[in-house]
Nanobody, 121 residues
Framework: QVQLVESGGGLVQAGGSLRLSCAAS????????MGWYRQAPGKQRELVAR???????NYADSVKGRFTISRDNAKNTVYLQMNSLKPEDTAVYYC???????????????WGQGIQVTVSS
């Protein structure tokens, strides 16, 4: 099994910055893509940013130019640097990783427990 633990959330004023971290631990042979999703009250969970093992990235249009995703493969950790935050960025942010526990096992998706980000106007 793989566990994901997010950190770095909190309350920030509009225009401010936060950096989220997500560390993967447990029985890890390899991690493929890692990503950040968010879910605001009354809305569906949506992709924010994603990064592959080859460091290819993609972003939701709403965060392009403001958010940057990166990863440290040695630490099995993915980061989300969020700048110029807006009230509409308020949501619970979830980390997701596609990983396998052994060389012959299948790829499975794992989720973190979520972390609150609140942007005040």
């Amino acid at each position: 099994q793989v566990q994901l633990v997010e950190s770095g959330g909190g309350l920030v004023q509009a225009g401010g910055s936060l950096r989220l971290s997500c560390a993967a631990s447990g029985n890890i042979f390899s991690i493929n893509a890692m990503g950040w999703y968010r879910q605001a009250p009354g809305k569906q969970r949506e992709l924010v940013a994603r990064i592959t093992s080859s460091i290819s990235t993609n972003y939701a249009d709403s965060v392009k130019g403001r958010f940057t995703i990166s990863r440290d493969n040695a630490k099995n950790t993915v980061y989300l640097q969020m700048n110029s935050l807006k009230p509409e960025d308020t949501a619970v942010y979830y980390c997701k990783a596609r990983a396998k526990s052994t060389a012959w096992s299948q790829w499975d998706d794992y989720w973190g427990q979520g972390i609150q980000v609140t942007v005040s106007s």
